[in-house]
């Protein structure tokens, strides 16, 4: 009778999945970054009518990495209540024009640069991808033909410094210079390679 107990009460409390954790994960870094895909507006913060003078405001912020950091900005002004504290991203025109498509030639490659996504078209195939620190570039190995090419054009754009070329032995290498650290996405299309930053 005590084993016919034992077997009813493991019946009732076994899940389906033994090996399934008890404790669900927590959302990785990279599902919540793919959540969030809203940019800043305009956000209006109404302080109580006992306010008279803002003395910090602290910014807390995920990372690229997905850990999170703070920091804090020393204002130490008098301000009216009446009137809501705004934060918000304004690009300015220059910035707007930085967006707009614009293509360069450089030897058999082309490149077309639209805001965060760069196409470099060329007849060659991609055998690696990889990035390098200090600066921030992503560095592309193509299997290479006879031609040697070394070559480097100055881009001075609003994420993307600078195009280079260089020959190696057995492939053509481009190093792509940001103007900070990025992740990226790579497709592969009919002209060549596209590189969106994120």
């Known amino acids: 009778m005590k084993k016919m107990l034992v077997m009813v009460a493991l019946v009732l409390f076994a899940r389906e999945d033994p090996f399934e954790l008890k404790i669900s994960p927590k959302t990785s870094p990279q599902s919540i ?8 507006d305009n956000i209006k913060v109404t ?9 910090e405001v602290k910014f807390v912020y995920q990372k690229l990495d997905g850990s999170i ?12 209540w009446h009137y809501p504290i705004s934060i918000s991203q304004i690009e300015n025109l ?3 024009e930085l967006k707009k498509p614009v ?28 990035v390098l ?13 006879d031609k040697v090419i070394d070559q480097t054009l100055a881009l001075n754009r609003m994420f993307f410094h600078a195009f280079s070329v260089a020959t190696h032995k057995n492939y053509y ?26």
């Open 173 to 198: 290498r481009i190093s792509l210079e940001l103007d900070g650290q990025y992740a990226y996405d790579l497709e592969q299309n009919q002209k060549g390679y596209t590189i969106t930053l994120k």
């Open 133 to 145: 620190p200090k600066p921030f570039r992503i560095i592309l190995d193509l299997k290479r033909k």
């Open 69 to 80: 950091a703070e920091e804090s900005v020393k204002i130490d002004s008098d301000i009216d």
């Open 103 to 130: 293509t360069y030639k450089l030897d058999d490659f082309e490149l077309t640069i639209m805001g965060k996504k760069i196409q470099i078209s060329s007849p060659y195939k991609l055998e690696q991808i990889f």
């Open 33 to 40: 970054e793919g959540a969030i895909s809203k940019p800043l």
């Open 94 to 96: 220059q910035e707007a």
């Open 47 to 55: 302080l109580p009518t006992t306010t008279r003078i803002l003395k």
